[in-house]
């Protein structure tokens, strides 16, 4: 809104009459609005979760820039609006908070809630988006990547439901990015971060929230707190979080340590730091090493978890036990009942398509569909919000509900305390206890990480050349039943996605799976899945590996991995 400025003008000629004018409505600070012209940067894809680069890529003149500029021109009646903005405290996210708040002012954004010292979430983004009902919110984070000035940096855009954008929106972002000229910024000073309040820049408010509050109070109305406390405070459990100096050390502290009784000294590595500790901040058996050696090492505690850059990722353990996140996802379906936001039962649940089939039995149990979407949390939005699925996950270490529309590294981990405290059992006898009632999907991931990126598509070329003849084929005791490059319709909405990854699945029900990461920023990462079922109870003790190492041999076969990227064994195995 602009201030109208009423003039009084007093003729000091002979006093006739006085004439008061009314002024165009004016601004000091509408002065300050730029336009900058800019030239487009190719490489603005936005890949699996929005747009992740290098520090140096991002601090490149405009870079940056022209990206929010093409968000804000793909967004229809933005002006007047509410944003809001956050990221997971890595370098960079400071500076690119001043930057997107003068360049939201200027574009005519009417209120932007920003979290407190730049902090927020991707899942407490996704609970304030969707609480105050804002048209979106940016969040800046390049997740488990590592940080620091030669780590990674990333942004991308969730809509209002507080999800991620869908394809269609993120196809319009990067066609804008191709063809951007100029963008819009305010010559305003850079706003307060560290104190809580509103301030103004140029017309725009700039409200910094508690980053932790809206998001505690979504979880202590889903969660049975007052059950978990006990679990927390009695003398027999003991449990260990891994914040991995990233931004779960907040929440964690004040959910699990203070609200819920663990006490101070539960959540190691809790204070958010711009280089991670020079960690990578991705909770699997690998990097997050710390806690795992607490986990499986004397006197270890009860239950471990550790949550990513983020905090929308999260890792499972027992006392030298870990949950696969696939069946993680599987384990919270069957045990909804004792969770009071899912007690009166789920109405299906979704998976990405390499994530393995456990959770689809347990759906088969309860009666409900189960969906198999391409990789991409933001896949998984129609179906929330269409009411269809109540429950996702994906084996990249991701378990959500439709509490939000992202995944949430806490919400799990509070999933399994409440879980846990119902049950009053250990980690690794509900685990076990699961495998015997539905059988067990062994599962791995293999990852080479860092491979040149033609070898790369190179090998998926191959592989989608010898496609259409596999079917039939026989490697030792499996005969391959199906082989494709999986392709996804939207239920909800008919969208179509295609080459989401080369599936070959075997007449036993195994499979094998081979994809690109989408979300690496050197080189390329190619993933293979793995999953067997083992519905023997007495062959559901195998180590995974060993389980699974016959289709670990026919993946190099079909696809030459070797060969095809230079290196003799994968860089990491979840
Ligand atoms: C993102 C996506 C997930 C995806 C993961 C890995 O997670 O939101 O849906 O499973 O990347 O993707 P890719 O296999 O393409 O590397 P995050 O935690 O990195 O935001």
């Known amino acids: 809104m602009y201030f109208t400025l009423l003039v009084h003008v007093v003729s000091l000629a ?68 509410t944003l809001v903005l956050g990221g997971d405290g890595r370098y960079y996210n400071r500076k690119a908070i001043q930057i997107i708040l003068k360049m939201a002012a200027a574009n005519g954004f009417a209120r932007v809630k920003v979290g407190q010292r730049g902090i927020l979430s991707t899942p407490a983004a996704s609970c304030v988006i969707r609480k105050y009902k804002t048209l979106g919110g940016i969040i800046l984070s390049a997740s488990h990547n590592p940080g620091g000035p030669n780590g990674d940096f990333g942004i991308k855009y969730n809509i209002g439901n507080g999800g991620p954008a869908p394809e269609k929106v993120t196809e319009a972002i990067y066609a804008r990015s191709k063809v951007i000229d100029s963008y819009k910024i305010l010559d305003g000073s850079d706003i307060n971060l560290d104190t809580l309040g509103e301030s103004k820049l140029g017309e725009m408010v700039v409200e910094v929230i508690d980053s932790v509050h809206d998001y505690q109070e979504l979880m202590e109305s889903l969660f049975d707190f007052d059950r978990i406390h006990q679990l927390l405070t009695s003398s027999n459990f003991k449990m260990s979080f891994d914040a991995m100096h990233a931004v779960t050390g907040p929440y964690a502290r004040s959910i699990i340590e203070q609200r819920l009784g663990a006490g101070v000294g539960c959540v190691q590595n809790g204070t958010p730091l711009e280089d991670f500790g020079n960690g990578h901040p991705d909770p ?101 919000d269409a009411g269809k699925a109540t429950l996702c996950g994906e084996e990249s270490f991701g378990t959500g509900s439709n509490h939000i529309r992202e995944k949430d590294g806490l919400w799990a981990v509070l999933f399994w305390l409440n879980i846990l405290a119902a049950r009053q059992q250990s980690v690794e006898e509900i685990v076990r206890e699961h495998w015997r009632t539905y059988g067990r999907n062994y599962y791995s991931r293999h990852d080479y990480e860092g491979v040149d990126s033609e070898r790369a598509n190179t090998l998926v070329k191959n592989l989608q050349v010898a496609l259409p003849n596999l079917k039939g084929k026989k490697y030792g005791a499996y005969e391959v039943e199906y082989s494709d490059n999986f392709s996804y319709t939207d239920p909800v909405d008919n969208s179509v996605s295609t080459n989401q990854g080369i599936r070959i ?43 699974l190492g016959d289709l670990i041999t026919i993946a190099d076969e079909i696809a030459q991995i070797r060969e095809n990227t230079g290196m003799d064994k994968p860089t990491v195995i979840t």
């Open 505 to 547: 699945g075997f007449t036993d029900g195994s499979r094998i799976v081979f994809r690109l990461s989408g979300t690496g920023t050197q080189g390329a990462t190619l993933r293979i899945y793995l999953e067997s079922f083992e519905g023997d109870v007495t062959k559901q003790n195998i180590e995974t590996q060993q389980a």
């Open 284 to 384: 699997n058996l690998v990097y997050a090493h710390d806690l795992v050696e607490i986990l499986f090492g004397e006197y270890a505690p009860d239950f471990g978890a550790a949550s990513d850059g983020d905090g929308d990722r999260n890792m499972i353990l027992g006392r030298k036990f870990f949950v696969t996140p696939s069946d993680s996802l599987a384990i919270i379906a069957a045990n909804a009942k004792f969770v009071p936001a899912y007690s009166q039962g789920l109405a299906g649940i979704a998976r990405s398509m390499p994530t393995s089939q456990a959770a689809d039995r347990v759906a088969a149990a309860l009666g409900i569909d189960c969906y198999e979407t391409p990789t991409g949390w933001k896949f998984f939005g129609n179906l929330l």
């Open 14 to 81: 002979p006093a006739k009459k006085q004439v008061k004018t009314n002024k165009k409505p004016h601004h000091p600070d509408n002065m300050d609005i730029r336009t900058v012209a800019t030239t487009p940067f190719s490489d603005q894809k936005p890949g699996t979760s929005g747009l992740r680069k290098s520090v140096t890529t991002f601090q490149q003149p405009h870079y940056l820039e022209n990206f929010v500029q093409s968000i804000f021109d793909s967004l229809e009646n933005y002006q007047g609006q």
